[in-house]
Protein backbone atom coordinates (compact mmCIF):
# COMPACT_ATOMS: atom_id res chain seq x y z
CA UNK A 1 0.00 0.00 0.00
CA UNK A 2 1.47 3.62 -1.32
CA UNK A 3 1.55 6.19 1.81
CA UNK A 4 0.19 9.04 1.29
CA UNK A 5 4.02 10.98 0.15
CA UNK A 6 3.73 8.55 -3.00
CA UNK A 7 0.96 10.86 -4.79
CA UNK A 8 1.95 9.99 -8.19
CA UNK A 9 -0.92 9.96 -10.69
CA UNK A 10 -3.52 11.03 -8.33
CA UNK A 11 -5.16 14.19 -8.85
CA UNK A 12 -7.20 16.79 -7.05
CA UNK A 13 -4.28 18.77 -5.49
CA UNK A 14 -4.34 21.77 -6.60
CA UNK A 15 -2.53 23.34 -9.59
CA UNK A 16 1.57 23.53 -8.96
CA UNK A 17 3.16 26.56 -8.87
CA UNK A 18 6.16 26.33 -11.30
CA UNK A 19 8.28 29.74 -10.16
CA UNK A 20 11.59 29.06 -8.41
CA UNK A 21 11.84 29.87 -4.96
CA UNK A 22 15.07 31.05 -4.24
CA UNK A 23 14.85 30.74 -0.25
CA UNK A 24 15.93 27.69 1.34
CA UNK A 25 14.27 29.20 4.34
CA UNK A 26 10.97 31.10 5.29
CA UNK A 27 11.46 31.26 8.80
CA UNK A 28 13.99 31.09 11.41
CA UNK A 29 12.25 28.21 12.62
CA UNK A 30 13.01 25.92 9.59
CA UNK A 31 16.61 26.72 9.34
CA UNK A 32 16.81 25.28 13.36
CA UNK A 33 14.51 22.62 12.34
CA UNK A 34 17.23 21.65 9.58
CA UNK A 35 20.54 22.38 11.28
CA UNK A 36 18.55 19.93 14.35
CA UNK A 37 18.22 17.36 11.64
CA UNK A 38 22.21 17.66 10.47
CA UNK A 39 23.38 17.32 13.71
CA UNK A 40 21.32 14.25 15.04
CA UNK A 41 22.43 12.41 11.81
CA UNK A 42 26.19 13.34 12.19
CA UNK A 43 25.36 12.25 15.98
CA UNK A 44 24.33 8.77 14.72
CA UNK A 45 21.14 9.56 16.78
CA UNK A 46 19.24 8.29 13.78
CA UNK A 47 20.10 7.89 9.89
CA UNK A 48 18.29 9.49 6.78
CA UNK A 49 16.60 6.14 5.71
CA UNK A 50 14.70 6.19 9.93
CA UNK A 51 14.14 10.01 9.36
CA UNK A 52 12.61 9.36 5.81
CA UNK A 53 10.17 6.71 7.07
CA UNK A 54 9.29 8.88 9.91
CA UNK A 55 8.19 11.52 7.39
CA UNK A 56 5.86 9.40 5.32
CA UNK A 57 4.67 7.20 8.12
CA UNK A 58 3.18 10.58 9.34
CA UNK A 59 -0.81 10.23 9.30
CA UNK A 60 -2.31 11.52 6.01
CA UNK A 61 -3.97 14.05 7.49
CA UNK A 62 -0.89 15.45 9.22
CA UNK A 63 0.91 14.89 6.43
CA UNK A 64 -0.99 16.96 4.10
CA UNK A 65 -1.89 20.12 6.28
CA UNK A 66 1.99 20.46 7.71
CA UNK A 67 4.64 22.54 5.60
CA UNK A 68 7.83 20.85 4.09
CA UNK A 69 9.85 21.87 7.56
CA UNK A 70 6.48 20.98 9.87
CA UNK A 71 6.58 17.18 8.73
CA UNK A 72 10.93 17.45 9.08
CA UNK A 73 10.22 18.71 12.47
CA UNK A 74 7.04 15.76 13.29
CA UNK A 75 9.65 13.53 12.26
CA UNK A 76 12.60 14.42 14.63
CA UNK A 77 10.14 14.50 17.64
CA UNK A 78 9.05 11.12 16.71
CA UNK A 79 12.23 8.96 16.70
CA UNK A 80 13.54 11.31 19.52
CA UNK A 81 10.53 9.53 21.42
CA UNK A 82 11.32 6.40 19.81
CA UNK A 83 14.62 5.90 20.76
CA UNK A 84 14.02 7.30 24.30
CA UNK A 85 16.04 10.46 24.05
CA UNK A 86 12.93 12.36 24.85
CA UNK A 87 9.97 11.67 26.95
CA UNK A 88 6.90 10.97 24.78
CA UNK A 89 4.83 14.18 24.74
CA UNK A 90 8.06 16.28 26.52
CA UNK A 91 7.90 18.82 23.72
CA UNK A 92 4.09 18.85 23.46
CA UNK A 93 4.02 22.57 24.37
Do not use: Q
Request: proline share 5%; charged share 25%.
Amino acid sequence: MARINDVGGMEGFGPIDPTDDTEPFHADWEARVFALNRALVAGNVFNLDEFRDAVESMPPSDYLAASYYERWFHAIVALLEAKGVIEAGELDD
